[in-house]
C-alpha cells in the first residue's frame, strides 16, 4: 500500500504522524498488520536565504514533527530551543527581528547548506537530514529548484515570511507569486509517488500557500488527476475559519471563501475535472458535508482537530475509512 501525502507545515506534519499511529494499528484494505509507505511531498514555497543559510520551514516542521523533535505547544521549530545565535546577531544589526533562528534549528539549516553547497540537490539533501531524523517517511520536497512564494501588496511585492510572520497576514494580500516557477519541475519522484499512489491524501494544510503552491509546478495536477488510487482531502477550516494560522487572507486574496464548502469546491472533484474524490470536514461543518452529499460528493464529518497524537490519529483513521469506502 503506497500512500501519498501533499503537505505545507504543521497541520500537514500532525495529519501525517496520526496516518503513521492509524497505519500501525491497521490498513484501509483490512488486510491489517503490514505497515504502509507513505511518501510526503513538502512545500518548499515559504523557502528562504537568511543569514546565508537555506531555511525550509515545512520540510523542517515535518522532520521535527515526524522525527520526535518538534517543539509541541509551538508545532514547529526544536524542543528545548534556545535563540542566543540570533539574538547576538541582532547585535550587529543583522538579520529580521521579526524572524528568530533557533540554536538548534540553525544547525538544521547550517547542515542543509553546507550540502546544497556541496552540489546536491534539495531532495537528496533532506534524504541526508533524515537519515537523522528518521521520520518514518519518504520526505521529499516538491521541487529541487528555488520556488519562494510572493505576496503581492498594494506597496509590491514581499516574500511570502515576511507577509505571514511579520505582518501577521493583516497587510491586504492581491495574489500569490511563485517566484522561480518558470523553470522548475517536480523533483525526482514526486510525479511517480502521485500517481503510483494507491491513496492520495491532501491533509488540512493550507490550501493557497502549502498545497496550492504544490499544485503550480508543471505535472503535479495531471498526476493526481490521473492517479491510479483514490484522492481524500481534510479540510483545514472548521466552522468558517482556520484552525491555527490565516489561511483566511490566503484564501480571501484568491477569491475562495473561508468555508469547508467552498475549499472543496476549489479543488473540485475528480469525476469532473478536480481533485478529490472523498472530502473530510469537521463536525462544526456537518451541514457542508450533507450538501456536498446530495451532489454526489463523497463526504463524512468528523472531530477533525488535531490537540494530540490519538486526536490526530482518529483524523487520519477516518480519512482512509472515507477513501476506501466504495
Ligand atoms: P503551515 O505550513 O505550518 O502553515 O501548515 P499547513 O499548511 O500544513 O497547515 C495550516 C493549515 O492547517 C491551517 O489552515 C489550519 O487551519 C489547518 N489546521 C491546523 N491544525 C488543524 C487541526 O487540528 N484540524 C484541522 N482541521 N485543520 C488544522
Ligand atoms: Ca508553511
Known amino acids: ?46 523557502d528562504m536565504w537568511l543569514h546565508g543559510v537555506r531555511v525550509c520551514p515545512d520540510l523542517d516542521t515535518l522532520m521535527y514533527t515526524l522525527g520526535g523533535g518538534v517543539h509541541e505547544e509551538q508545532g514547529w521549530g526544536r524542543r528545548d530551543e534556545t535563540r542566543r545565535t540570533s539574538d547576538d546577531l541582532a547585535a550587529y544589526g543583522l538579520g529580521w527581528e521579526w524572524f528568530t533562528l533557533g540554536d538548534l534549528d540553525l544547525a538544521t539549516h547550517l547542515a542543509r547548506t553546507e550540502l546544497l553547497s556541496s552540489g546536491l540537490p534539495l531532495s537528496a539533501v533532506t534524504e541526508r537530514l533524515c537519515e537523522r531524523w528518521k521520520p518514518g517517511v519518504r520526505l521529499l520536497p516538491a521541487t529541487d529548484h528555488e520556488v519562494e512564494t510572493h505576496v ?9 515570511e515576511e507577509w505571514w510572520v511579520r505582518h501577521r497576514a493583516a497587510l491586504p494580500a492581491l495574489g500569490f507569486v511563485q517566484v522561480g516557477l518558470d523553470d522548475a519541475v517536480p ?30 509546478l ?34 480571501t486574496a484568491i477569491g475562495v471563501e473561508t468555508s469547508a464548502e467552498a475549499v472543496a469546491r476549489h479543488y473540485g472533484r475528480r469525476d469532473s475535472g478536480g481533485l478529490l474524490d472523498a472530502w473530510l470536514v469537521d463536525d ?6 450533507a450538501t456536498l452529499r446530495d451532489e454526489g460528493w463523497r463526504t463524512a464529518a468528523t472531530d477533525t482537530l488535531m490537540v494530540d497524537v490519538p486526536a490526530a490519529t482518529h483524523v487520519a483513521a477516518t480519512a482512509l475509512d472515507l477513501a476506501t469506502r466504495a
Open 1 to 46: 500500500m503506497k500512500i501519498t501525502v501533499l503537505s505545507g507545515g504543521v497541520g500537514g506534519a500532525r495529519f501525517t504522524r496520526g496516518l503513521q499511529a492509524a497505519l500501525r494499528t491497521r490498513l484501509p484494505d483490512g488486510s491489517g498488520g503490514t505497515t504502509a509507505d507513505v511518501t510526503v511531498v513538502a512545500n518548499v514555497g515559504d
Open 152 to 160: 503581492q501588496t498594494a506597496d509590491g511585492l514581499i516574500h511570502f
Open 187 to 216: 523533483a525526482p519522484g514526486v510525479l511517480a509517488a502521485l500517481t503510483d499512489a494507491d491513496l492520495v491524501v491532501i491533509p488540512p494544510s493550507n490550501p493557497v500557500v502549502s498545497v496550492g503552491t504544490i499544485l503550480t
Open 218 to 251: 508543471p505535472g503535479v495536477r495531471d498526476a493526481i488527476r490521473s492517479a491510479r488510487g483514490s484522492v481524500v482531502g481534510v479540510s483545514p477550516i472548521v466552522g468558517g475559519a482556520p484552525v491555527r494560522g490565516m489561511a483566511d487572507a490566503c484564501l
Open 284 to 289: 462544526a461543518d456537518a451541514a457542508t458535508a
